[in-house]
């Protein structure tokens, strides 16, 4: 696993990221490099758990200097607050913190240790909406500014692409690496797609004029390439679809054995169902108050992937 900056092992929820963080920092048996098999203790790292783990009866710079040694603890201490905006709230315990600076002080206890790597596990799943995207990029700002590579383990594609590296874990495996501009822009699998935060990523069944989506019980327009039966993955971009009336719409347009409807507008795109399925649909568009809509769209504009596995085979197909 290589780290360059930093970096984001991205993963949904049971893939075993916190586990590797985890083994990383001694934390549970494991040989690694560049650590070997030593004691947590001995390893030049930083580690920041779930939840920050400060010790909520001492005060922010008490926190920092429970990794120093030395008479000048203090000092040094309140140093590295200094450095993460925090030398003004030094007396304070964690619980008169919010997220965010919880989370600054954890790194500048992290940080103090001078450490040849930092990890930081899930460092946005404790952050408030409203000033989420101010840490993530103050975090990444002081990672960078203390030029201690970095691996934060996370689900949150937003905290992907900004990092410097992006390794993307499915199935308890890597299964793409690379700068995020390169992920993002060309995910390898379908499941790669929706821990990229990819909508319209949908399963289904190669057939000889398209891909038969069992959600919708109908036929979308794609070029596949692909023996008939393959299972696949396919995604179409919410931009590239258009709303028709039935009597209006063109060939290849999807009308689902159940129905499409509208259902609910999430800022500028609409969720469309289609039988048991959904898809988004870019509202600027598209025509919004139709009678008995279909969906349609260039056929070429259907990004594929053969499923990843017989394990991900939904018992549908």
């Not at 989370?103 to 990890?119: D, G, K, M």
């Not at 009597?247 to 609409?270: K, M, T």
């Not at 169902?273 to 598209?286: E, I, K, N």
Request: charged share 15%; with cysteine; proline share 9%.
């Amino acid at each position: 696993l290589e780290v360059q900056g930093f970096t984001v092992l991205l993963g949904a929820s049971g893939e075993g990221k916190s586990v590797l963080l985890r083994a990383i920092a001694g934390l549970l048996p494991a040989v690694v490099e560049p650590f070997g098999s030593l004691p947590a203790q001995q390893r030049a790292l930083g580690y920041l758990p779930q939840g920050y783990g400060l010790f909520p009866h001492l005060s922010a710079w008490r926190n920092v200097a429970f990794a120093l040694r030395g008479s000048d603890r203090h000092r040094r201490a309140m140093h590295w607050l200094a450095r993460v905006h925090m030398h003004d709230y030094a007396a304070r315990r964690p619980g008169q913190l919010s997220g965010g600076q919880q989370q600054r002080v954890a790194l500048a206890r992290a940080l103090a240790r001078q450490p040849r790597l930092l990890l930081l596990d899930e460092p946005t799943s404790a952050l408030d909406p409203a000033t989420r995207e101010n840490v993530i990029a103050e975090l990444i700002a002081e990672v960078h500014q203390a030029g201690i590579p970095a691996l934060a383990a996370s689900h949150d594609p937003a905290l992907a692409a900004v990092a410097d590296r992006l390794v993307v874990m499915h199935g308890r495996r890597v299964v793409q690496s690379g700068q995020p501009s390169q992920v993002l822009s060309d995910p390898a699998s379908g499941a790669v797609a929706r821990l990229l935060g990819y909508r319209n990523v949908q399963r289904g069944r190669v057939v000889e004029t398209g891909i038969f989506w069992p959600a919708a019980n109908a036929v979308v327009p794609a070029q596949t390439g692909l023996p008939a039966n393959t299972v696949v993955d396919w995604q179409i971009s919410p931009q590239a679809i258009r709303i028709w009336p039935a009597a209006e719409a063109p060939p290849g347009a999807i009308a689902a054995r159940r129905g499409v409807s509208r259902v609910r507008l999430s800022g500028q795109q609409l969720g469309m169902r289609c039988g048991t399925g959904l898809l988004w649909v870019d509202a600027g568009g598209s025509r919004q108050a139709v009678n008995e809509p279909t969906l349609h769209w260039p056929p070429e504009a259907v990004r594929i992937w053969p499923a990843a596995s017989p394990d991900d085979k939904p018992p549908s197909l």
